[in-house]
């Protein structure tokens, strides 16, 4: 253990040791504690609150600590969670404090988990963070085998009992079953790190710049030859060579009021005066002319 590890075990000791110690408040030490900082904003009172509830922290904390999180943050997280209790707490509610921040401090310790589990957001929705908190446990039941994939009748067992669709409790498991890793690790059956077996397939620079610049010249092209139609002609080649999906002869005919024949021949026609424009200028303009093949 490094003595930075050592240190901040050190110290999670004797926050638990000394919240251990602390008395558990009656109802109307509760109730006076909680008017002091709701009405008069007494802070020693909010002080005196959140510490005396140190050991429902530690409780809360101590159910979540196997999702691999440091005690102490999670700790830390639960005083916050009080904190939060004790801002919106109003003494008038027919409920002790205690029970209401309960809820509160279960709810920032799990939404810190879901922050810190894992490099991809898990648990945006309602029913993604039910089955973050529940699949394990469910799957242990059901299936005795952590490990492994469960069965589609399993799958179906646990969407009614949770109430959320099989799709949402397979994509869980799979997220479950593949924690994050560092891309430092070396593969498997190699002695290369990951990193150097990940292959980008995006262009370079200099390849990106010239087909940019390819892309513009094609299109000036394309246009000085679409020049030399008549607007029947140009209307034609738009609607059936440059967009996708072409649009059918019989459809270009009732728009025009020919017939589909005639739609054919003005676009091969069409197509020859480009070809012809093409050929005459073959030096410059040699790649726009595959569209036409």
Not at 96 to 122: C, E, G, H, M, P
Not at 153 to 182: K, P, W, Y
Request: glycine residues 2%.
């Amino acid at each position: 253990m490094t003595y930075l590890n050592t240190l901040t075990y050190q110290s999670e000791l004797a926050f638990i040791r000394n919240s251990m110690k602390l008395p558990l408040l009656d109802r109307e030490e509760e109730y006076a504690l909680t008017c002091s900082w709701y009405y008069k904003k007494d802070e020693k009172a909010l002080k005196k609150l959140i510490a005396s509830y140190g050991k429902l922290v530690i409780s809360i904390a101590v159910r979540f600590k196997h999702y691999g999180l440091s005690l102490s943050d999670l700790i830390q997280e639960g005083n916050l969670g009080v904190l939060h209790a004790a801002q919106r707490f109003s003494p008038e509610r027919d409920v002790r404090f205690a029970t209401y921040a309960k809820w509160w401090v279960r709810a920032f310790i799990q939404d810190y988990i879901l922050r810190n589990w894992s490099i991809v957001r898990t648990g945006s929705t309602t029913s993604q963070k039910m089955l973050f908190f529940n699949l394990k446990r469910l799957k242990s039941q059901l299936a005795h085998l952590s490990d492994d994939l469960m069965s589609h009748e399993q799958h179906h067992e646990i969407s009614q009992i949770l109430r959320v669709s099989m799709n949402d409790v397979a994509e869980m498991e799979q997220r479950l079953l593949h924690n994050d890793f560092s891309l430092s690790m070396t593969a498997v059956n190699s002695d290369e790190e990951w990193i150097n077996l990940l292959k980008d397939e995006r262009m370079n620079p200099e390849e990106e710049n010239s087909f940019i610049e390819n892309e513009q010249n094609y299109h000036i092209w394309i246009d000085q030859a679409m020049a030399v139609l008549n607007p029947r002609e140009v209307y034609i080649i738009l609607k059936r060579r440059l967009q996708d999906p072409q649009e059918t002869l019989e459809t270009i005919g009732n728009e025009l009021g020919i017939t589909k024949e005639r739609v054919r021949q003005l676009e091969v026609r069409a197509v020859r005066k480009m070809k012809h424009f093409f050929v005459s200028h073959a030096n410059e303009a040699r790649k726009s002319i595959n569209f036409l093949c």
